[in-house]
């Protein structure tokens, strides 16, 4: 038997991202080591990380999305992904999330809290006229 190739990859849905923030160091670069032989640290941060999805809660067309004033320093990434004009809808796929918010703290149950209650300050507007007609799935 012989190894032919490995094919290490990193997931989807900003994940590295999150874990970068817990781990205090790029995964991706982790990975990249680990195919040079080089051995990622061991090293306990004591923070974790939590994200949160800000999602449409109808379907439509997005009009705007008001992000919170304020932030808790623990915020450590917010992103929308879509933009007013777009055709939005309840998530179905990953496709569907409109942004996302990543917070860092002490522990897990800060972090969740932190990010949960961000993202569910954000207001997402829709308009809600002729959306059926401009569905590009329908």
């Excluded at 995964?27 to 080591?33: L, R």
């Excluded at 705007?64 to 304020?70: V, Y």
Aim: hydrophobic share 45%; glycine share 6%; aromatic share 6%.
């Amino acid at each position: 038997m012989y190894l032919v190739e490995v094919n290490a990859r990193l997931i989807g849905a900003k994940i590295p991202r999150l874990l970068g923030l817990a781990l205090g160091r790029s995964v991706y670069s982790d990975v990249v080591n680990l195919h040079l032989g080089i051995l990622p640290e061991s090293k306990d941060t004591g923070l974790y990380a939590a994200s949160r999805w800000v999602v449409a809660s109808e379907a439509g067309i997005l009009r705007e999305i008001d992000l919170p004033e304020q932030q808790d320093p623990a915020i450590c990434a917010v992103e929308m992904l879509k933009k007013p004009g777009d055709w939005v809808r309840p998530p179905f796929d990953n496709t569907d999330r409109l942004g996302y918010v990543m917070a860092v703290a002490a522990s897990i149950g800060e972090a969740e809290r932190i990010a949960e209650e961000y993202s569910s300050r954000c207001r997402v507007l829709i308009d809600q006229q002729s959306s059926a007609s401009l569905n590009p799935i329908a």
